[in-house]
């Protein structure tokens, strides 16, 4: 079992940044294939990034590559997502996800995640 919990988003405007942060707690987090998802207003849920166990995969979605970067801290029992040139498409509620083992799939299924946390909210406006 592991908890995860996101925090870091709030309201911004567009070209700003972010930091969001996703703690984990209860299990080794090393052991954890781990994604950020985002779910705008009225669509459903996709995934943004993702980064295996040790952090020397990474995969980004085509709408956020060059501007989003995901890393983790296993020390910290810590998962990043550094958001750069945000834009207002980029509004949603962000979800951080985790998984015991690896995966490889692109882009990453709800179903694989048997971890999630509550959610935080980034809003980009003009």
């Known amino acids: 079992q592991v908890q995860v919990q996101e925090s870091g988003g709030e309201l911004v405007q567009v070209g700003g940044s972010l930091r969001l942060s996703c703690t984990a707690s209860?299990?080794?987090?090393?052991?954890?294939?781990m994604s950020w998802f985002r779910e705008p207003p009225g669509k459903e849920r996709e995934g943004v990034s993702c980064?295996?166990?040790?952090?020397?995969?990474?995969r980004y979605a085509d709408s956020v590559q060059g501007r989003f970067t995901i890393s983790r801290d296993n020390a910290k029992n810590t998962l990043y997502l550094q958001m750069n040139s945000l834009k207002p498409e980029d509004t949603a509620m962000y979800y951080c996800?985790?998984?015991?083992?690896?995966?490889?799939?692109?882009?990453?299924?709800?179903?694989?995640?048997?971890?999630w946390g509550q959610g935080t909210q980034v809003t980009v406006s003009s």
């Open positions: 209860g299990s080794n987090f090393e052991d954890y294939h």
């Open positions: 980064i295996d166990r040790r952090g020397s995969s990474t």
């Open positions: 996800a985790a998984v015991e083992g690896m995966l490889g799939t692109w882009p990453p299924r709800l179903s694989d995640y048997n971890y």
